[in-house]
């Protein structure tokens, strides 16, 4: 498990206007939310958040948040939920975690981390991945950063089932379906070339024009003495 620590102050004021005054200022506004505990407006320093985020979005990692609303300071653990960007800079302009509660199990979803090369790749098999990631249930202490599949072992016509992958100790996969597909190696295919048939009426007329000429020359011969 991955875990980083990271500052954020309690946002006393909300709104769209505000919020831009504050982006301009340098600091991200997000939220703070889990079960049942109250949403919690924040906001993080930007130079912090793009850091946290440049190692949170490589994989599953669990903050240590220290949040300090006046004079109080706070201790949450949480997770990334969701980042909002901007379209036109593609610069972070809202942040979601969700708060995770030590000792206890949630809900999360991992990302899938393939290795190695697919024998069936060296004989013109394409490799697919199926599924890119996993909804696992754990503890924070559990979470994993990712999960390794190794496909070196694949050949053309085989593939690897949930019921193949190996899970760290405590973390289990949500889906019960052991059957699913993970990834597979198949031929690639190939694209039936399709000639159109020629029009009936340009048969007509190319067979006219061979035939024509033949039956000029017979006509020729029997007019000889």
């Known amino acids: ?28 506004p997000g939220v703070i ?30 903050v240590k948040m220290n949040v300090t ?27 979601d975690f969700y708060e995770v509660a030590l000792g206890q199990k ?3 979803e991992v990302p899938l981390r393939f290795r190695g090369k697919a024998a069936g790749i060296e004989l013109g098999g394409v490799l697919e ?4 990631s996993l909804e696992v249930e754990c ?25 193949h992958l190996t899970f760290p100790e405590g973390v289990f996969p949500v889906e019960k ?3 699913m597909t993970i990834v597979s190696v198949h031929t690639p295919k190939v694209e039936e070339v399709v000639t159109p048939a020629p029009e009936e009426g340009v048969e007509a007329v190319e067979g006219a024009s061979v035939a024509e000429p033949a039956e000029k020359e017979k006509e020729k011969e029997k007019q000889k003495p």
Not at 129 to 132: G, L
């Open 139 to 163: 503890t924070p202490d559990s979470v994993p950063e990712s999960i390794e599949v190794n496909v070196s072992h694949l050949g053309i016509g085989q593939s690897m089932q949930l019921g």
């Open 33 to 62: 939310y889990g079960k049942g505990l109250e949403t919690r407006p924040l906001e993080f320093e930007r130079r912090d958040l793009e850091k946290f985020l440049s190692v949170a979005r490589r994989g599953t990692v669990v």
């Open 106 to 108: 949630f809900r999360i």
């Open 177 to 179: 379906d052991m059957k």
């Open 69 to 95: 609303d006046g004079a109080d300071a706070k201790e949450a653990f949480a997770v990334l939920k969701e980042v909002q960007t901007d379209p036109r800079t593609d610069r972070v302009i809202h942040v």
């Open 1 to 28: 498990m991955a875990t980083m620590e990271l500052a954020a102050a309690r946002r006393l004021e909300t709104g769209k206007e505000i919020n831009k005054k504050r982006l301009f200022k340098g600091r991200v």
């Open 129 to 132: 991945q199926v599924i890119r």
